[in-house]
């Protein structure tokens, strides 16, 4: 006889893939923030892309952290690859009227291309500071590249910023009688993301409070938030190689060999930098040390300048006293 039936699941995260883990903690992990990054081209353009994995983590210095995934074939994706090679960014907080832009946002164009142009959204000066703002948006921070570090087997770059200064609109952000910022909440109307959905911010919760506090009315109603209908996974996965397709056969390997091949480049930079005799290098032998891997990186005729930037900018984090 059965007393007692748990209906509950217990998910061993041992038995599942990466991709099954993702949907399961991005299902989970529910709202996230989301920062809708512009970064510099380097060609006079903008790049805008959103990114979830994101929130803020320290005080002082001031420090936001956002997670990049890798594109399909392996490269960075601009927005790392932006902020490696230039450093300044601009984070965005969407509000829940930019649902579709965002979601289009998120498309990849090829590198280069403005999501800006492609979308119609309008820039405006980010008082001193030399990237611009969305013309349309509530809150947004300067920043700049503070470290990124590489984390997991994919990799995934985990990009801190360093905030230089912050916009509010005045509909968001005023000063009380005291001189103290304070932010509303209902009007900044922070988008959040689901797993393959977009939340808009519910009723406010006041813990002591006898009964939910009424909303304020919202610059964009609630009911704007649609969700979005062809889900899409966000870290993209290897796609399925179908067996019988000798053309998708030969580009999984390919793949595959330039994978391989990162992951052995840097398996030779670690060693060659992480290597005892280090410590007595000498000015000259670092420099040569910084050609030979821009040669090597660069006769791998698939990496592009991206990637150099980022490894060498890994490199001089991480090891700065060889650098200079
Ligand atoms: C709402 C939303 C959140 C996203 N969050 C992330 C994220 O946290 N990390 C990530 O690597 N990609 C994320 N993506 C996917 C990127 O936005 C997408 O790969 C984009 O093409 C990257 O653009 P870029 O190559 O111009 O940087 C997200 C997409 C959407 C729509």
Redesign the pocket.
Known sequence: MILYKEFSMLVDFNALSPSQIYFAMSQTITP?P??W?L?DNGDGGF????????NGVCSDPPLIM??????RDGA???????IALRSNFVVHIPHSGQVEA??K?????P?GES?LTALGLETVPFGGFPLPRLRDCRAAFACELYRMDLIGNAP??IIYGRIRSMWLDDAVGAHDAKGRLSVDATALDA?G?LGNE?SALGPLLRPGASAPAAPKPAPTPAAAVKP?PAP?P???EEPPVDPNDPKAVRRAKRRQHKKAHLSDLRHQIDMVLGGPDYAQTSYEKRQELAEWLMDKLQRAKWVDEHVIATELYLLRHDHPERFH
């Open positions: 996230r989301i920062a990054i970064s790049n805008l892309a959103p990114f979830s994995y994101f956002f997670s990049v995934g890798a594109k960075p994706k601009d927005t790392r690859a932006n965002v979601e946002s998120g498309d990849a164009l590198p999501e995934q770059a988008l993301r977009y979005v899409k966000v870290m993209e």
